[in-house]
């Protein structure tokens, strides 16, 4: 995506930009909400990889502590969470009810992605502030078995 598109992405999404696009990548709403956060919550992957072209930080988290990489899981695009995981967006960040990416795919049964996490080496053993992990929170048992697999353990 060239400066042109992505400033024109950038003010239609409500974000201010300055003749100078690499000082606005970063530049967050009053939410803590950043460009690249934006782009992966409603799927977009050019403006995206626009935005990770030049040099937005995918381990920035909102004031939920959320970061891209689960806005891009909460999109369900598999092709923004891949980009995000190969940028080095963190995997096992918790929000501010301890929720993981992993932990929101698993409970919404997001197999897909709740595969992608894991392949890349997301714990499947973090708990949420009420003390549930991914497996104990899988909604479906497609996510149920591929946290089994990869270790993610019940608690008696």
């Known amino acids: 995506m ?3 598109l992505l400033r024109c992405w950038l003010a239609q999404a409500g974000f201010k930009v300055s003749d100078v696009l690499r000082d606005d990548v970063d530049r967050a709403l009053p939410n803590g909400t950043t460009p690249l956060m934006h782009a992966a919550r409603v799927g977009d992957i050019d403006a995206l990889n626009g935005l990770l ?10 004031s939920d502590n959320n970061g891209a990489l689960w806005f891009a899981c ?4 598999e092709e923004c969470v891949t980009a995000l995981i190969k940028a080095g967006a963190p995997l096992d960040s918790q929000n501010v009810n301890g929720a993981t990416a992993l932990i929101y795919c698993a409970s919404t049964g997001k197999a897909p ?4 996490l894991l392949d890349a080496g997301a714990n499947p053993d973090l708990l949420t502030l ?3 992990s991914a497996l104990e929170l899988a909604s479906n048992t497609a996510c149920l078995w591929l946290l089994k697999a990869a ?6």
């Open 2 to 4: 060239n400066d042109g």
């Open 53 to 62: 072209a030049r040099a937005a930080d995918p381990a920035r988290m909102n």
């Open 74 to 77: 909460f999109a369900d695009s």
């Open 113 to 116: 992605l709740v595969q992608l």
């Open 130 to 132: 009420d003390d549930f």
């Open 151 to 156: 270790g993610g353990r019940k608690r008696a």
